[in-house]
């Protein structure tokens, strides 16, 4: 008899305007994983968990997810609006706000959390090596057909778009300047530790979180560290660090909010509707032209202890400051911009 799978316990996260998301403590779930514990909670989950329910079944069974792409993380971003961004330059430090990810053991931190930044040139890299995944998966001439579709649907989601939800103003910096002041504020005497905060579930995005701490900070001791392995070595995990050079590498199972197709059974295929479906006609309808889907993504969680900023010299803070679209739906208040006036704000400032 098979041993039944364990149940995660799940936190709802709540803000000032209620309830928007669910976490698991200390772990980096997969798609399955997040649907098991989802789907299993002693209590209904709230909608966000209800709405990633039903993306993960239009994903689940689809070899999109086994791609198994390694992404080297070289850079951060911060994105933020108008008013924060005036701030950041005035002051030249981040601030950080108490956070609703913590484990739920823990007392209440405060974090600046910043998102990876892959660049194009990585992401064409892994499309590239992706396809070859694909054209092993599937006949030669069904892969060629499809290919254009894949093309379109790899790295289509929010975590690989210049664009922004929350605002028109992005700070971006290499992850060993970031580490490096931090390390010069809060550790000089050793090195940053790196924790598997946990993973974080909203309607479509599933965002695995790294903890960054100095080793001085004893309260993050119960979480696991985020694992330093060989690259060639199966299973690889979400997150790790390799033990070749130290670095930070990524492995999202999905890389698209929008499916194209599927991976199925040895073949792409569009994707297709039940049978059932009012606007089934041969297999097809509107409908799944575009299917939504769950994606991933990465944070890096920056633990400032007793309301300490994140302190980064001005000149990197000015080289680091551009402009970016607004991408829907935007999850912060106040005005937005078209790029071209952000970029006209930025070059009024005086730094």
Request: proline residues 6%; charged residues 25%.
């Amino acid at each position: 008899m098979a041993t039944a799978q364990p149940i995660d316990s799940v936190r709802e996260m709540r803000g000032l305007r209620g309830s928007f998301g669910n976490f698991v403590d200390a772990k980096f779930l997969s798609v399955e994983e997040v649907d098991h514990c989802l789907r299993n909670q002693p209590k209904s989950v709230n909608e966000a968990g209800r709405r990633m329910i039903r993306y993960i079944k239009k994903t689940i069974p689809d070899d999109f997810l086994q791609l198994g792409i390694t992404l080297p993380i070289t850079r951060l971003q911060h994105v933020t609006t108008e008013f924060s961004m005036r701030q950041i330059v005035q002051s030249g430090y981040f601030i950080a706000e108490v956070s609703t990810i913590l484990p739920s053991n823990l007392p209440k931190s405060k974090f600046s959390c910043w998102s990876v930044q892959i660049p194009q040139e990585q992401i064409e890299e892994a499309q590239q090596e992706a396809f070859l995944v694909v054209q092993g998966m599937v006949p030669e001439n069904n892969a060629r057909e499809f290919e254009e579709k894949f093309n379109a649907q790899f790295a289509n989601s929010p975590a690989f778009s210049d664009a922004s939800r929350y605002g028109n103003f992005k700070f971006s910096l290499s992850l060993s300047d970031l580490l490096s002041e931090y390390k010069e504020l809060h550790c000089p005497d050793s090195e940053p530790e790196f924790r598997v905060l946990g993973t974080a579930m909203y309607k479509q995005e599933i965002a695995h979180i790294v903890l960054v701490h100095s080793p001085t900070t004893t309260q993050f001791n119960d979480l696991p560290f985020v694992p330093i392995i060989e690259r060639n070595a199966k299973p690889l995990p979400f997150v790790f660090r390799s033990q070749e050079d130290g670095k930070f590498y990524w492995r999202p199972e999905s890389t698209a909010d929008v499916l194209k197709m599927r991976i199925s059974k040895n073949q792409c295929r569009m994707r297709e509707c039940p049978v059932n479906c009012s606007y089934y006609d041969n297999g097809r309808c509107l409908h799944c032209l575009q299917t939504y889907t769950v994606w991933n993504h990465l944070i890096f969680a920056f633990h400032l202890p007793e309301n300490e900023p994140l302190r980064i010299q001005r000149e990197k803070l000015k080289e680091s400051l551009s402009a970016c679209d607004i991408l829907d739906p935007y999850m912060k208040e106040g005005r937005t911009y078209k790029r071209q006036e952000a970029g006209e704000i930025i070059r009024s400032l005086e730094i």
